[in-house]
């Protein structure tokens, strides 16, 4: 992609330069290439809704992709809470999130959602998985009828047990069945090792874009591409979110091994077996194995299950201490989706027959029908079967 190779390019001519050495012509001339190319090719406006962690988080990697390339774009970032998007408009700081961030000047700050989106080419849904359909329903009819959706979102819907593509699609079919040829078309969805606080700070990172085609999965990457984020395009959307949601509910449980202090022996089996079943469930839907080995399975799961900066890690811990699934809302003040996706992923398992253990003993845990020291005699307590069991059914 001509936007990834434009900052590898640019970034080598900055070290020649501190070293005091002029760069080819050859090189010159490939950077303005790369550039014109991404200033024509570019999305006029990219519209990202929610001021959350990731939402502030990604509204900063698309201003940076912004001026590095030199590109007109708008970046718009909406919030619901108008007293705090007046703040940010004034101090370009996201005090609840990241304080003591100052975010880029190019970022616009607003509670009105209208004026977000008129004209968006790529809008970013950065909202909790549970209220995406409540919001599209609210506003997608204020959506540009070539409009591409990006779901940062990472979960299944609670009563349909649908992952966050498929509630778009079904739910702009609805608001603008004019316009619903194209939809699927115009979705895609972001996953990775992608911790908000981290990328905040600007530590070097890489997700995936999934999109039906290629060629829309490379717009979203040309607007996000910098010295700090890498996206990889593909085109398996039902792999990339499974591997994004279930690996929060694998994530709860080796937090849950970490709050009872058990070793890094019970964690790495934790997350092994999890990949296997997040493995089983996202080919039983459709999903590419490859998917699960890349950034969206295995790197954002090492990442999740691995750091205190992950909510639902945090979750886990929390519940490993003593804190009730109910009460977890007074500990923690971001949202842990495993909690409410944990049993959706389960029903899910169930109807494509998937054997599922870890999760299974999760929503146990976060249903009260077993206590966290009862979860490891539970999957240890299962019958013997061979480790390359998750290629099959179960």
Request: charged letters at 20%.
């Amino acid at each position: 992609m001509l936007s990834l190779l434009f900052s590898q390019i640019s970034a080598g001519r900055k070290h020649l330069k501190d070293a005091g050495i002029q760069a080819p012509a050859s090189a010159r001339l490939l950077v303005l290439k790369a550039r014109s190319y991404l200033v024509q090719n570019i999305a006029h406006k990219v519209a990202i809704v929610g001021a959350g962690s990731w939402g502030t988080a990604f509204a900063k990697i698309v201003a940076d992709t912004v001026e590095t390339h030199g590109a007109s774009t708008d970046v718009v970032l909406w919030g619901r809470n108008a007293d705090a998007m007046s703040a940010m408009a004034d101090t370009r700081i996201n005090e609840r999130y990241f304080p003591g961030v100052v975010l880029s000047q190019s970022i616009e700050y607003t509670a009105d959602i209208q004026h977000a989106l008129a004209g968006a080419d790529i809008v970013v849904l950065a909202v909790p998985a549970q209220s995406l359909r409540e919001n599209l329903l609210k506003w997608g009819s204020f959506l540009e009828p070539h409009a591409i959706l990006v779901s940062l979102a990472k979960g299944l819907e609670r009563g349909t047990g649908y992952r966050m593509s498929e509630v778009i699609q079904e739910v702009l079919t609805q608001v603008s069945p004019v316009n619903s040829n194209d939809i699927s078309g115009r979705i895609c969805v972001l996953s990775g090792p992608n911790l908000a606080k981290e990328i905040i700070q600007e530590e070097p990172t890489a997700s995936v874009v999934a999109a039906s085609s290629e060629q829309t999965a490379e717009k979203v990457a040309a607007i996000c591409a910098n010295s700090y984020f890498r996206p990889y395009t593909n085109t398996d959307i039902v792999g990339v979110e499974i591997g994004g949601l279930v690996k929060n509910v694998i994530a709860l449980c080796v937090g849950i091994c970490e709050g009872k202090d058990y070793g890094d022996n019970s964690k790495a089996s934790v997350m092994t077996r999890g990949l296997a079943e997040t493995t089983r469930l996202a080919l039983a839907l459709g999903g590419k194995l490859e998917t699960m080995s890349g950034l969206a399975g295995m790197g954002d799961l090492i990442a999740t299950c691995s750091s205190p900066l992950s909510r639902n890690h945090m979750a886990g811990k929390h519940l490993a201490q003593g804190v009730s699934p109910e009460d977890l809302g007074t500990v923690m003040t971001q949202t842990a989706e495993s909690v409410k996706t944990a049993p959706v992923v389960a029903e899910l398992a169930q109807r494509h027959g998937i054997e599922m253990p870890i999760t299974e003993a999760v929503v146990a845990v976060l249903q009260n029908r077993i206590t966290v020291d009862e979860l490891a005699p539970k999957l240890l307590g299962r019958a013997l079967k061979s480790e390359s069991a998750h290629l099959s059914r179960s």
